[in-house]
DNA sequence: ATGCCTACTCATAGTAGA
């Protein structure tokens, strides 16, 4: 099973761009942030039209997530995260699709750091940690996957010490992340990837693609019980130099069939 | 040190992104 992330930063505005990659990179499972488009305006038709149904949790203008499955029914379990009844943000939606449990998320981004954006995305990650020790309790087959707005090491960053107090690389966000990971969760692909350079993310500005000035910040965790299905973790860089592209490239990973008989 | 670029909208300027 193919599994793919990726920040579209606008599902209308880069639609084009999301049918060609859907096309050519023919993913099973995909998770979609930063839709930037109210539930009524998601493209569905267009999806439906390449042989994918989906379940989205959109917003007008920010935010928004989806889930999309070309290999079975879409069984929703939850939009929005436990913990705060006033959070009005949608950036979590799960499902289970083909005996696996997917989270597929977009955790806020928390800049200016100091400030109440930046508590709120530490919060954010908090309740999203206490959700994930349930799931990892549950012993089910689980996804965790999306734009999780933080670079766990230094490893994820084109210059380091120029990110050290922004809010996906401070160190209270890099300790949330580890906290989550710890759990018994698996980075998909730092774990197939140990010492290589990867990178999800690239801003618009001074050219930081053609530079490779990037940011590692969109991630797959797996828990315990799918860990060992994990085959191949890879950064689909050729629609980030596509035009009127998305910052961020399209990530996946392959999990081995489920066992038979287990 | 700042802004660069891009998308969105109760739009034509302000907000947010990372």
């Given at each position: 099973?193919?599994?793919?992330?990726?920040?579209?930063?606008?599902?209308?505005?880069?639609?084009?761009?999301?049918?060609?990659?859907?096309?050519?990179?023919?993913?099973?499972?995909?998770?979609?942030?930063?839709?930037?488009?109210?539930?009524?305006?998601?493209?569905?038709?267009?999806?439906?039209?390449?042989?994918?149904?989906?379940?989205?949790?959109?917003?007008?203008?920010?935010?928004?997530?989806?889930?999309?499955?070309?290999?079975?029914?879409?069984?929703?379990?939850?939009?929005?995260?436990?913990?705060?009844?006033?959070?009005?943000?949608?950036?979590?939606?799960?499902?289970?699709?083909?005996?696996?449990?997917?989270?597929?998320?977009?955790?806020?981004?928390?800049?200016?750091?100091?400030?109440?954006?930046?508590?709120?995305?530490?919060?954010?990650?908090?309740?999203?940690?206490?959700?994930?020790?349930?799931?990892?309790?549950?012993?089910?087959?689980?996804?965790?996957?999306?734009?999780?707005?933080?670079?766990?090491?230094?490893?994820?960053?084109?210059?380091?010490?120029?990110?050290?107090?922004?809010?996906?690389?401070?160190?209270?966000?890099?300790?949330?992340?580890?906290?989550?990971?710890?759990?018994?969760?698996?980075?998909?692909?730092?774990?197939?990837?140990?010492?290589?350079?990867?990178?999800?993310?690239?801003?618009?500005?001074?050219?930081?693609?053609?530079?490779?000035?990037?940011?590692?910040?969109?991630?797959?965790?797996?828990?315990?019980?799918?860990?060992?299905?994990?085959?191949?973790?890879?950064?689909?860089?050729?629609?980030?130099?596509?035009?009127?592209?998305?910052?961020?490239?399209p990530v996946w990973i392959e999990l081995a069939d489920d066992p038979p008989g287990t």
């Amino acid at each position: 099973m193919k599994i793919a992330t990726y920040n579209v930063n606008g599902v209308n505005g880069r639609l084009p761009v999301l049918l060609r990659w859907l096309e050519q990179a023919r993913p099973d499972v995909v998770a979609l942030q930063e839709l930037k488009a109210p539930d009524d305006k998601f493209p569905i038709g267009a999806i439906r039209k390449l042989g994918y149904d989906a379940v989205w949790h959109g917003q007008s203008r920010w935010n928004g997530v989806a889930l999309l499955s070309r290999v079975g029914a879409i069984h929703e379990t939850r939009r929005g995260l436990p913990g705060d009844p006033d959070d009005t943000h949608s950036r979590y939606i799960e499902a289970a699709i083909n005996g696996v449990l997917f989270g597929g998320l977009y955790l806020p981004n928390g800049n200016p750091r100091p400030g109440p954006k930046f508590d709120y995305k530490l919060r954010w990650f908090e309740r999203l940690t206490a959700h994930a020790q349930g799931l990892i309790d549950s012993g089910l087959p689980v996804v965790l996957l999306g734009d999780f707005n933080v670079m766990p090491t230094e490893k994820d960053v084109y210059k380091p010490e120029r990110w050290l107090d922004d809010a996906l690389f401070a160190p209270e966000v890099r300790a949330a992340w580890f906290r989550l990971v710890d759990q018994g969760w698996t980075d998909a692909l730092r774990t197939l990837h140990p010492d290589e350079t990867i990178y999800t993310f690239w801003d618009y500005f001074r050219n930081a693609f053609a530079r490779n000035a990037g940011l590692r910040i969109d991630h797959f965790l797996l828990s315990p019980s799918i860990s060992g299905r994990l085959r191949a973790a890879e950064v689909d860089r050729e629609p980030r130099s596509w035009e009127k592209t998305s910052d961020h490239a399209p990530v996946w990973i392959e999990l081995a069939d489920d066992p038979p008989g287990t």
